[in-house]
């Protein structure tokens, strides 16, 4: 058994992010395989509930060190006996990794990329089939109006899924002008600030009285009361962003009981961990259905990404403009290509 001292961007407290190395052994077991990391993309929202120690965080409360980073692409160096999927060589994508400069994963973990889809777009395929999954779930049909709450990164993938199933108009909804601005380049055909007076009144009129399929990424009350304000009777909402707030006054009776509103959970654990069927998608049916969509040219990622790479090196400087700057960038990724 060989091991090997590599790196690792690690939450060693409450907001604080450092880059260490650690051993890490490099012989894969049975069914195992070692991918050395091309790119890994941040999740901000997930990140940063991570690192500072949030309510509903996906971590043991108050509990350090703590590790993120679960999109990633890189190149196979090796793998343990038994593995058929990938060889040597292969550029993969990987899911529930970790910033960091090598993974070992099971094998159903690490995906073949296609010769044409890019490492860098591989790396955030599997962060898109979050709102795929709920996309899917809500049984949207085309031409039924649509609209996101929320436009950071789970919701700029939304609109350019909701655009691809056929949904019309598509409405996205953020205080933040840049990403509303964003919205439209992804392919909304409207959008609105939900700060504004008569807000709901907007939507209604654009969509013929209400909306048939709603996304809600925001994961606080507030958004999910103005989203239902929204909503056409016997509407579908998939509740896709992680509910840390435990601040939910809604008035269940007048806005969901009476007309007919579905609530989805919409989390990507929520799946058949098997077989596929129409509405529910397994983890990676639903990864090899974007990177086919990918390859063909059907829907593309390139266009959101407005920053440049960002070095491991910096995550402490990096995570602390995520802990304080609800604007970060939509799309950011770590570059670990100097680290070979």
Known sequence: MIAMKIKRIEFSGK?????????????????????????????????RAIITDAHNCPCTPGVFPRYAGYSSSGIVTEVGEGVSSVRVNDRVLMYWSTHSQYNLLPEKQVIKIPDNVSSEDAALAFISTFPLAAIRKCRLEIGESAMVMGCGLLGQFAVKLLRLSGAAPIIAVDPVE???????????????DPMISGFDAEVKEKTSGGVNVVIEVTGVGAGLDEALDCTARFGRIALLGCTRDSDFSIDYY??????????????????????????????????????????????????????????????????????????FPTVAQFDWRGFD
């Not at 260490?20 to 990391?37: F, I, N, W």
């Not at 840049?178 to 609105?192: K, L, T, Y």
Request: with cysteine.
């Open 178 to 192: 840049e990403r509303r601005e964003e919205a439209i380049r992804s392919g909304a055909d409207h959008v609105f």
């Open 254 to 327: 007048n806005k969901i009981h009476k007309p007919g509103i579905t609530l989805i959970g919409a989390h990507t654990n929520a799946r058949p961990g098997v077989d596929s069927y129409s509405g529910w998608f397994t983890q990676n049916d639903d990864i090899e259905c974007v990177l086919k969509l990918l390859s063909m040219g059907r829907i593309e990622y390139g266009s959101m990404r407005k920053t440049p790479f960002f070095s491991p090196e910096d995550c402490g400087e990096v995570y602390q403009q995520i802990i304080s700057n609800r604007s």
């Open 15 to 47: 907001d604080t992010a450092e880059i260490k190395e650690y051993d890490l052994c490099m012989s894969p077991a049975e069914g195992q395989v070692l991918v050395r990391t091309l790119f890994s993309t941040i999740s901000p929202g997930t990140e």
